[in-house]
T-cell receptor
Framework: GAVVSQHPSRVICKSGTSVKIECRSL??????MFWYRQFPKQSLMLMAT?????????EQGVEKDKFLINHASLTLSTLTVTSAHPEDSSFYIC?????????????FGPGTRLTVL | KQEVTQIPAALSVPEGENLVLNCSFT??????LQWFRQDPGKGLTSLLLIQSSQREQTSGRLNASLDKSSGRSTLYIAASQPGDSATYLC???????????????FGQGTILTVHP
């Protein structure tokens, strides 16, 4: 099946620093990738849609200047958490779809655990 | 706005038991519905995907049904095993104007524990 990887799997940083998370589709190309966030004991919430070659679209309430998304190639999307604060500590997961239509099965990465001290 | 509710929030059963997990949603204009499994601290594994035009899907000991008119889906697990212990999430791809955007709305999940 399709494989999506994320790097790093876990990161601990000081408050005020920026953290970059990579999402790669390993064996397929994806013009669209999605970034989700999961707080402890809560479900996944969509943050933004990453579009290759164009600007990301953000869900309501998600600060685009804080969560920078770059989809520079058909296999890589990056999420940068700028000036991270403890409330940004969360589990960040990306997904991608190898199908021709965006309504097909979504494949998820293993997630990145961010802890901001 | 699509809202997804999963019941029960947690379930503990002895090994071998058959069980049903429930998912309800408020907007029936869906493109598809997926059931996922999430192990602690891990990503998601897709279990079953039901397209809007379908009523059910089966894979091994798993069977998922979809009733759009009532806004419900169930995941049936037969002969449960300790290895089935995980959080089970249902997610909907809700479309607007006949176009799917691939964005999923998740339920809160059901934490399943199967004890030997």
């Amino acid at each position: 099946g399709a494989v999506v990887s994320q790097h790093p799997s876990r990161v601990i940083c000081k408050s005020g620093t920026s953290v970059k998370i990579e999402c790669r589709s390993l064996d397929f190309q994806a013009t669209t990738m999605f970034w989700y966030r999961q707080f402890p004991k809560q479900s996944l919430m969509l943050m933004a849609t990453s579009n290759e070659g164009s600007k990301a679209t953000y869900e309501q309430g998600v600060e685009k200047d804080k969560f920078l998304i770059n989809h520079a190639s058909l296999t890589l999307s990056t999420l940068t958490v700028t000036s991270a604060h403890p409330e940004d500590s969360s589990f960040y997961i990306c997904s991608a779809n190898p199908g021709q239509g965006v309504g097909d099965t979504q494949y998820f990465g293993p997630g990145t655990r961010l802890t901001v001290l | 706005k699509q809202e997804v509710t999963q019941i029960p929030a947690a379930l503990s059963v002895p090994e071998g038991e058959n069980l049903v997990l429930n998912c309800s949603f408020t907007d029936s204009a869906i493109y598809n519905l997926q059931w996922f499994r999430q192990d602690p601290g891990k990503g998601l594994t897709s279990l079953l995907l039901i397209q809007s035009s379908q009523r059910e899907q089966t894979s091994g000991r798993l069977n998922a049904s979809l009733d759009k008119s009532s806004g419900r889906s169930t995941l049936y697990i037969a002969a449960s095993q300790p290895g089935d212990s995980a959080t089970y999430l249902c997610a909907l791809d809700t479309h607007a104007g006949g176009t799917s955007y691939g964005k999923l709305t998740f339920g809160q999940g059901t934490i399943l524990t199967v004890h030997p």
